[in-house]
């Protein structure tokens, strides 16, 4: 390989590892206070980088946080993907997920907080949860499972449950997430089409290991 070419592959790995480090950093902070009061030198600080980096990769700390949300998504949602690989109904994957996130809260705290403090806008932008959601829903419509009208109110229906949820598990530890999480599924499945009897039983049916 060229040497120009191996300067051009060492510089672009350097770069995507500080945007990385700033990305993590946010992570951390937005987990820990969702961000307020955190300047931009305290971030590239945490991040180990200098401050004129910060500038190379985002415009402000919104685009930072917006980036550091999606990256958090993105993660949780690979980790439910790989709970659902295979169940092939729409229904089955969107009980499964919203009951996953109380099951795997423990196992994503750092996440779970990013959520809780970030605002639906967030959550519903982007990569992630959101774009699966509105696949599984646009699929259980075409294949006549579901037979809600709107997927767009469908879909806000679905993002704010999740943080409802999320926000329960965040303010009332003690409370029994799992369950809430049953149920609200069951009710977003009779909201979307299912009868009550089959909601239920989708919505408790064992959930798969992890592929």
Request: proline letters at 5%.
């Amino acid at each position: 390989m060229p040497m120009s070419a191996l300067r051009r592959n060492r510089f672009e790995r350097r770069r995507a590892e500080t945007r990385q480090a700033l990305v993590r950093a946010a992570r951390q902070i937005l987990a820990e206070s969702g961000g307020a009061g955190a300047s931009i030198h305290a971030i590239a600080e945490r991040a180990d980088v200098g401050l004129g980096s910060f500038y190379n990769h985002f415009t402000g700390k919104p685009d930072l946080f917006d980036a550091a949300v999606a990256d958090a998504l993105e993660e949780y949602a690979q980790a439910v993907d790989a709970h659902l690989h295979g169940v092939d109904d729409p229904a089955e994957r969107l009980a499964g997920g919203m009951r996953l996130s109380a099951r795997m809260a423990e196992s994503y705290p750092e996440i779970m907080q990013i959520l809780c403090h970030s605002q639906l806008g967030r959550i519903c932008a982007g990569d992630g949860l959101a774009p699966r959601a509105k696949r599984d829903v646009e699929e259980g419509m075409a294949a006549g499972r579901f037979t809600v009208v709107d997927p767009v109110i469908a879909l806000t229906v679905l993002n704010g449950s999740l943080l409802a949820l999320l926000e329960l598990w965040c303010n009332q530890p003690e409370a029994d997430s799992d369950q809430a999480a049953g149920t609200m599924a069951e009710m977003i499945l009779h909201m979307l089409g299912l009868t009550p009897d089959e909601a239920r039983a989708v919505a408790r049916r064992p959930l798969p290991a992890a592929a």
